[in-house]
């Protein structure tokens, strides 16, 4: 699943599950662009880790949310690289206070901050990406289980990520045969979202799942990889779930 000669941008890749995925782009020989939107958290450590391993990695700077700032990263991606092949859609809105919410508790304001990284970001990452990929490409979407089977908690971001496996399969046709677009559906994974949970919280979380253990970001960048490369070159408007079993019903 080399992705040598090719360039890519992951967006929200400064931590988590995005930085994985850079991370293992790089060390299949991929350029990688690592978007982060600035503030406290800082990619140098992301850049570093690929740096130490012969990869070639640099940073675009932009707000997902904010169409002049996504029309700015790509015009830099596309002057720096000359096009691009690969994007991951990895650019999340992480709020603890929104997770779980009563209905009476959720606001329309809840929405829109939710919708506008989530899933505007990811068309307008998409709509950037589009314009750059004219020897084709691959875009990777990122959503949740939720989503797809419907759950107790997590009502704005489930919904948010049920609007981006919509796009992903309006996309996939929309812009075939050139660009595939598919999206991985997360169910609970290993990243700072466990800490939202205390300890009789998370045994439950994980005694849902059939494989009994959270999912790794390890295997979430081996998912991204799968979809971004050419072993899954017959593949596109797929949603695929990550979760160790948690969405069987």
Known sequence: MSLEGKRALVTGSSQGIGAEIARRFAGEGATVFVNHRGGKRHPEPVLEAIRRRGGEASVVHADVSDPSSVEAMFSEVGRRAGGL??????????????????????????????????????????????????????????????????????????????????????????????????CMAFGSMETTWVDWLGPEQAKSYRAAIPLGRFGKPSEAA????????????????????LDGGEAIR
């Open 85 to 182: 092949d690969i994007l991951v859609n990895a650019a999340g809105l992480a709020d603890r206070a929104l997770w779980n919410l009563a209905i009476e508790d959720t606001t329309l304001d809840m929405w829109r901050r939710v919708f506008a990284v989530d899933t505007f970001g990811t068309f307008l990452c998409a709509k950037g990406a589009r314009s750059l990929m004219k020897r084709g490409g691959s875009i990777v979407n990122v959503a949740s289980i939720p989503a797809l089977v419907g759950d107790t908690e997590g009502l704005v971001y489930a919904s948010a990520k049920g609007a981006v496996v919509s796009m992903t399969r309006m996309l996939a046709k929309m812009l075939a045969p050139k660009v595939r677009v598919n």
């Open 222 to 241: 081996s998912l991204a990889l799968f979809l971004a490369s050419g072993e899954s070159s017959f593949i596109t408007g797929q949603v695929i779930a």
